[in-house]
Every structure is written in C-alpha cells, then in structure tokens.
C-alpha cells in the first residue's frame, strides 16, 4: 500500500459526513479499498483512521504477539478494540463518522486529516495545532532518535 502525504482541514456536514481528502482518496482507489476503520487514539486525543487491510495487518501482528489466555494481555487486546467502528467511503468520497467518536475527542465540525503513513489521525483543528514541536524539539527528538 503506499503512504498517506499531507495534512488537510476538513469540515463535517450536519450528519457527521467527511469528505475524504482526493490524495487519499486515490491511495484507497490504487488498492481497491473503501473500507476504514476508525478508533480512539491510545496516546493523544484523536481518531486513526486505518484502510481496512493496514487494520487487519495490525490485528494479525498483535495477534502474534497476545496471549489471550493472559488476563493483562486479553484486557489490553478488549481495550485496544473498545469502541471501533468500521465505516465506508461513499461513491462522494465521504466517510460518516460516529457522533459520539467525534464529540470525545472534542471535534465539532472542523477537523484535520493528517496523513500517518499507511494511517490517518483525526484531529480537532486547534488540538492539532498544540502538538506541533517547535524547530528545537524536532531536532532533538531526531538526533536521540537516529543516534541508535
């Protein structure tokens, strides 16, 4: 699958529908995929946004690593899942996201879509926009970063 490039702000209508930005658009149509799967961020406070074949390729690789005989692990692979949704772009290139996903993450109508690679993170504007580095904590975090 190639990468997701690119930030773009988006605006939801009144029924919660997103248009999908046309470069992400085109990686979806380049692997044949409609479907996305979207769930809570474990870090920040955000959506991602997985192509449904990047989710199961996820999923197989966490699966290997689970021992879902373990209670600690089984409870991780129950939160880690809590609340997923799997959604569909439409023949408009739109994505209708749950309500209730966006509101706990504290988006209301406008958002960014922000490329992650094989993945998307969902954004409230002025969040995404608090977590930016500065030039100094970029570099920083490369030098420590490629050092290894």
């Known amino acids: 699958m ?5 930030d773009y702000i988006c605006k ?3 029924k919660c529908r997103v248009v999908v ?6 990686v979806m149509a380049a692997s ?9 961020n474990v870090f920040e406070k955000c959506i991602d946004m997985y192509p ?6 996820m999923l197989a690789d966490l699966r290997g690593r689970l021992n879902l005989f373990n209670p600690r692990h089984a409870a991780f692979f129950r939160e880690f899942c809590r609340g997923t949704q ?5 023949a408009n290139g739109r994505v209708l996201f749950p309500r209730k996903m966006l509101e706990d993450v504290g988006i209301d109508k406008e958002m ?3 490329a992650q690679d094989t993945s998307i993170q969902v954004w409230d504007t002025q969040a995404y926009a ?9 570099g920083a975090l490369a030098e420590e970063i490629f050092k290894s």
């Open 130 to 138: 608090g977590v930016a580095f500065c030039g100094e904590e970029l």
């Open 112 to 114: 960014v879509l922000a």
């Open 12 to 14: 939801a209508d009144n």
């Open 21 to 26: 930005p046309a470069s992400f658009r085109k």
């Open 32 to 40: 044949g995929q409609v479907f996305f799967v979207l769930r809570k």
């Open 52 to 57: 449904e074949q990047e989710w199961e390729r």
């Open 86 to 90: 799997e959604v569909e772009m439409d």
């Open 2 to 6: 190639s990468s997701f490039i690119g």
